[in-house]
């Protein structure tokens, strides 16, 4: 028989369970149950549906006792910042707000009354994005601050959904971090600055690493399945997952995590708060085994999600790939990391007017959207490279993209010839592959995190992409 690990890996526009084993030393991967996922927009405000995510959660899990592959031991990650709020009763006050969501506008400056926003940086190490936490939360205290009069847990999304199936609560470090609320020399939640911004600060649980046993299923649970197993803290945010599957042997590398976001940096053992950085917009998020992850946020392959959705989903991402190619002499480029992007009604208007706006030749078809897409994208992924090497004093032996963005070799050629570095693409499962990683490495099946990513390197196919001349 063999020793099954389960990886429920969400992401914002999908979910999926994959169970993972050891063959002959090699990580075999196993997709057993996949949703859709999504903000809700109700009344005005853009919500998750986190009764509906966690029925998909035990949906998927009632898939390994058909397909009779019974993990050991299971975990869960999402995306960042976004968290549900606890009362007495264990009961979600409020509702449990998406982070592209308006309400937060302002709240940065109602932060800055308080703290200023060059101080935050240099106590926290986390980059400005106006759907951090620490902004979700100042929304709460001024536009609803019963809610936090009343809440007595803080829970991200995954620490949540964990909760749920274990009835035992415990805080993620990872995901943490993206709160903008850590205290990147101790690693746990900055208790001051909690109190200066007027959180209650007795919501807050102790921050755990990941390999930290959380429970085992509730009798619920075993019922709705038919099976137990222990639930492990993974790296739960999302990226910090799928850093962990970097498949880098030795040396050091440059990362991408490709997906919905692209998150561009490097691991560092510690955290850099220079007001060099600060102005770069780099953050310092939680890494494994407190490893810094050194990075930039950029807004990655949600403006090509988008402008796919538009069209009815009528063309698969190799297509589009293929019509950006046509049209590569298109000159247009715009900035990805625009605001006018996060959220617009329409991607493809939200493209367009912005050239317009800055005088440049306006892309109508959907190769020349594409094409505009992914230069750009490949644009500042080059730039950032500059910047990570700049602010490091380091040189790097490749530029590793990882996760589903991995498969867009368009793009990866693109990235090769814009940072005049050799790309290394895959796993384009990194997240869940890390998840596994973690519970392997609890387990005892492998040995640390360099034996792990060994393992990864010797498991999974790597593209290789060298620079155009």
């Known amino acids: 028989m063999e020793t099954y690990y389960l990886a429920v890996d969400i992401g914002a526009s999908s979910g999926r369970h994959i169970l993972g084993h050891l063959e002959?030393?090699?990580?075999?991967l196993e997709e057993i149950y996949r949703f859709e996922n999504g903000m809700d927009r109700q009344d005005g405000k853009l919500l998750w549906d986190t009764g509906r995510l966690f029925a998909e959660i035990v949906n998927g899990m009632k898939m390994c006792r058909q397909l009779n592959k019974i993990p050991v031991s299971m975990s869960v990650d999402t995306w960042a910042v976004d968290y549900v709020l606890l009362d007495e009763q264990d009961q979600i006050l409020g509702d449990a707000y998406?982070?592209?969501?308006?309400?937060?506008?302002?709240?940065?400056?109602?932060?800055?009354?308080?703290?200023?926003?060059?101080?935050?940086?240099?106590?926290?190490g986390i980059q400005k994005q106006i759907f951090n936490t620490i902004y979700q939360l100042m929304a709460v205290k001024k536009q609803t601050p019963e809610l936090l009069k009343n809440a007595k847990s803080f829970l991200m999304l995954p620490d949540y959904f964990q909760f749920l199936l274990t009835g035992r609560k415990a805080s993620e470090y990872t995901n943490g971090t993206s709160t903008q609320l850590v205290n990147p020399q101790t690693k746990q939640w900055d208790k001051e600055l909690i109190r200066l911004l007027g959180y209650p600060e007795g919501m807050f649980l102790p921050l755990k690493m990941p390999g930290t046993e959380v429970g085992s299923l509730t009798e619920k649970i075993r019922e709705q399945t038919g099976f137990d197993c222990r639930v492990t803290l993974c790296a739960s945010h999302d990226t910090a997952s799928a850093v962990m599957a970097m498949p880098l042997a030795k040396g050091e590398g440059l990362y991408i995590s490709s997906g919905t976001w692209s998150l561009m940096g490097v691991e560092a053992e510690q955290a850099d708060c220079r007001e060099q950085s600060r102005q770069g917009n780099f953050t310092n998020e939680g890494g494994y085994e407190y490893r810094f992850r050194y990075l930039k946020n950029i807004m990655g392959l949600w403006m090509i999600q988008s402008v796919r959705h538009e069209q009815k989903d009528a063309y698969s991402f190799a297509q589009l790939c293929e019509m950006a190619a046509e049209s590569r002499e298109f000159p247009s480029r715009v900035d990805v990391n625009d605001d006018v992007f996060l959220a617009p009604d329409s991607m493809t208007e939200a493209i367009q007017d912005y050239c317009r706006r800055t005088g440049q030749t306006?892309?109508?078809?959907?190769?020349?959207?594409?094409?505009?897409?992914?230069?750009?994208?490949?644009?500042?992924?080059?730039k950032t490279a500059e910047q990570l090497k700049e602010n490091t004093g380091k040189t790097y032996d490749g530029i590793f993209v990882i996760g589903g963005g991995s498969n867009a070799a368009y793009l990866n050629q693109l990235t090769a010839d814009a940072a005049g570095m050799d790309v290394y693409a895959g796993p384009g499962e990194a997240?869940?592959?890390?998840?596994?990683?973690?519970?392997?490495?609890?387990?005892?099946?492998?040995?640390?995190?360099?034996?792990?990513?060994?393992?990864?390197?010797?498991?999974?196919?790597?593209?290789?992409?060298?620079?155009?001349?």
């Open 98 to 124: 998406g982070y592209r969501d308006g309400r937060t506008a302002g709240m940065d400056a109602e932060v800055y009354k308080l703290i200023s926003e060059a101080d935050l940086y240099q106590r926290t």
């Open 431 to 469: 997240t869940a592959v890390g998840n596994i990683m973690a519970q392997m490495i609890r387990a005892g099946e492998l040995k640390d995190l360099a034996d792990a990513r060994k393992c990864v390197a010797d498991s999974f196919r790597i593209s290789h992409y060298r620079p155009n001349s």
């Open 24 to 28: 002959n030393g090699q990580m075999v």
């Open 362 to 382: 306006v892309p109508v078809t959907v190769g020349e959207l594409s094409a505009v897409i992914y230069q750009s994208l490949a644009d500042c992924y080059g």
